[in-house]
């Protein structure tokens, strides 16, 4: 028998976890159906309930197991991007130890380790009130909003370790072909009309968009693909995170790419 007494430790996951950490999360997020999901049948995020994309997670995320004693009782996954600026992608716990501090005792953890980072940020489901009182009680506070129609946005949080030495985002003038995991805020300004393409990798056909996207510093082309494009309109204040640069005819082309996030600020 577990002793839940005992501190939780967390170590980074391996192969042979998948299957017990694809299990666990199946049981933790089917419960999210208790807690306003808006759908009649219990689900997840993608790849929750599948021992290859826990594998998959653990080749492109850094991916931790939460242990209780020398069992696994949960799992905590974050991107690995920047030193100053990390993004917690998944917490989930296994549901007989729920409501007894194991995640915020790995939360805790966690910024122990990355000691040095200055803004996490992660996104939640509006929905979700679970998540969203776990992630306010840790001191997240909203910045804005992620994609998605009204059902489903997410919720995009922040929280800064130390107010008296706060993240310092890059501006849009000192953006330079070839940089990579930006984190930058702005405004878009005007939007072009959309396009149909077709991939380079796999023939599919995509929509492509392009904003123009400023701030006091200086402008730049903001690439939109499908979803993106509705998603944000002329005037809205917003931050792309982990974007990377790039050029096309001599113009600066800022993209959000699949590891990126983006935001409408509140």
Known sequence: MINLSM???LERAVEEDAEDLASISKRAFD???????????????????????????????VCYKILLEESIVGGLYISSRSNQHRVLERIFVDPPFHNRGIA???????????????????GTPEWNVRTRHFYEKLGFKQVGWEGGDADFRGIWYQKVMDPSNPYEMMRIGELRDG??????????????????????????????????????????????WNEQIPQVKIDDR?????????????????????????????
């Open 7 to 9: 501190p939780i430790s």
């Open 31 to 61: 419960t999210d159906i208790d807690v306003g999901a808006p759908f009649s049948e219990p689900g997840g995020p993608i790849g929750y309930d599948s021992p290859s994309f826990q594998k998959r997670f653990m080749k492109n995320l």
């Open 104 to 122: 915020t005792q790995a939360m805790e953890i966690l910024w122990g380790i990355y000691s040095n980072v200055q803004l996490w940020t992660l």
């Open 179 to 224: 940089l990579k995991d930006v984190t930058v805020e702005g405004t878009i300004k005007s939007k072009s009309e959309p396009r149909k393409v077709r991939s380079r990798s796999t023939g599919k056909p995509l929509t492509v968009g392009n904003a123009n996207f400023v701030d006091s510093s200086g402008s730049v082309t903001l690439v939109l």
């Open 238 to 266: 917003v931050r792309i995170e982990f974007g990377h640069l790039t050029s096309y005819r001599g113009e600066k082309q800022l993209n959000v790419g699949w590891m990126g996030k983006l935001v409408i600020l509140l």
